[in-house]
């Protein structure tokens, strides 16, 4: 299985705050990556796909980048509601799996 | 637009069978691949499998030897069912529309194995 390991498992952040994620792959999963917004007891909701497609209806605010086995995601401007757990999930391997995990917070 | 609806039983008993349905609306289940989902109690997200609407199939290793998918069509809805199930099973149940990136997702149903 292809291990996906995210960093920080944890951040807080001011609104406002540029705040990047990064997801690292145990092996090469091209460009073969998604990444998910999860709110306090909600279902995921995708926001990028194939690395760095914005899906669509989602704020411009919200991108990704990277291939290979490195990963970013950015807010750029970070939002109130913007609080939640956010989670990659690769693609290119099955079985897919998905990161552990970064929760945000506000500061 | 496309709208999923899980259902089944909240509480199973340790051994049995766990059984749910995804119920799709606002569109047909036809043309697309459909994938369940897991996730524990305060944990992350695990991927189950996933259904193409011609039945064809891809399960996770880990739960294959108990696991089946299926998909019924003309209710335009897919189902799972896990085997012997044990508490490490109890966790809120997504369907998602998709294989590869998935979206959208029902709200989710928590089953809870216990005797």
């Known amino acids: 299985d292809i291990q996906m390991t995210q960093s920080p498992s944890s951040l807080s952040a001011s609104v406002g705050d540029r705040v990047t994620i990064t997801c690292q792959a145990s092996?090469?999963?091209?460009?073969?990556l998604n990444w998910y917004q999860q709110k306090p007891g909600k279902a995921p909701n995708l926001l990028i796909y194939?690395?760095?497609n914005l899906q669509t209806g989602v704020p411009s605010r919200f991108s990704g980048s990277g291939s290979g086995t490195d990963f970013t995601f950015t807010i750029s401007s970070l939002q109130p509601e913007d609080i939640a757990t956010y989670y990659c999930?690769?693609?290119?391997?099955?079985?897919?799996?998905f990161g552990q995990g970064t929760k945000l917070e506000i500061k | 637009q496309v709208q999923l609806q899980e259902s089944g039983p909240g509480l199973v008993r340790p051994s049995e069978t766990l059984s749910l349905t995804c119920t799709v609306s606002?569109?047909?289940?036809?043309?697309?691949?459909w994938t369940w989902i897991r996730q524990p109690p305060g944990k992350g997200l695990e991927w189950i499998g996933y259904?193409?609407?011609?039945?064809?199939?891809n399960y996770n290793p880990s739960l294959k030897s108990r696991l089946t998918i299926s998909v019924d069509t003309s209710k335009n809805r897919f189902s799972l069912r896990l085997s012997s199930v044990t508490a490490a099973d109890t966790a809120v149940y997504y369907c998602?529309?998709?294989?590869?990136?998935?979206?959208?997702w029902g709200l989710g149903t928590l089953v809870t194995v216990s005797s």
């Open positions: 998602a529309r998709g294989g590869s990136w998935l979206d959208p």
């Open positions: 606002g569109g047909s289940i036809s043309s697309h691949y």
């Open positions: 259904i193409y609407y011609s039945g064809s199939t």
């Open positions: 092996q090469d999963s091209r460009k073969s």
């Open positions: 194939d690395a760095s």
């Open positions: 999930q690769q693609y290119e391997n099955l079985p897919y799996t």
